[in-house]
């Protein structure tokens, strides 16, 4: 907090000190009991007390009036945002939009792309294992290696991949 904003802050809390109390039971009675709502209209009241540097000094009067004025058009305006833009209340969720599959194909691509940077020995495993969906022995037995070897390789393979698409840009 700077020197110039530490006034107005201290202003603020008097406002708020003084008069949330009043404001808040205004309000909820304007809502017709809603006090989660209503504490919400309370601090966007405050907010824009705080955006209007002449509420802050009283010594011209009392800042009630001009709180419970702006308190009540945000009710106001809440009120009738909801009339042109009611809620649809439905017993089902909406459907979700068709996937036209435009992005497992950009990310089909960025694997391709970063197992073509493999070496050959890490590539194939993968190929065997996560797209060929071979288990560590099957994948040992088609390649020609030890079991070990493939979960070594599996391994460092992985993680080179992982490499090799965050260089290109990764997948969202």
């Known amino acids: ?17 003084e008069h949330a109390a009043a404001l808040w039971a205004f309000v909820v009675g304007l809502l ?14 405050f907010v824009r007390a705080w955006r209007t540097p002449k509420v802050l000094d009283q010594s011209r009067g009392s ?20 009339v042109r833009r009611p809620e649809l209340v439905t017993a089902e969720p909406p459907e979700r ?11 089909r691509q960025v694997v391709l ?9 890490h590539r194939e495993v993968l190929v065997e294992c996560y797209f060929g969906g071979l288990s560590v022995a099957e994948a040992a037995a088609k390649l020609g290696v030890p079991p070990g070897t493939v979960k070594s390789r599996s391994h460092y393979a992985l993680h080179a991949l992982r490499e090799a ?7 969202e």
Do not use: C, Y
């Open 113 to 121: 792309s970063a197992l073509r940077m493999l070496s050959a020995e």
């Open 1 to 17: 907090m700077n020197a110039a904003t530490a006034p107005d802050d201290r202003l603020l809390r008097e406002l708020h000190d």
């Open 97 to 107: 939009s068709a996937d036209d599959g435009a992005q497992q194909v950009v990310e």
């Open 63 to 82: 800042a009630r009036g001009w709180l419970f004025t702006v308190a009540r058009r945000i009710v106001i305006d809440d009120w009738r945002r909801a």
């Open 165 to 171: 698409i965050n260089d290109i840009g990764g997948i």
């Open 32 to 45: 017709g009991g809603d006090q989660a709502k209503a504490q919400d209209v309370v601090q966007e009241t």
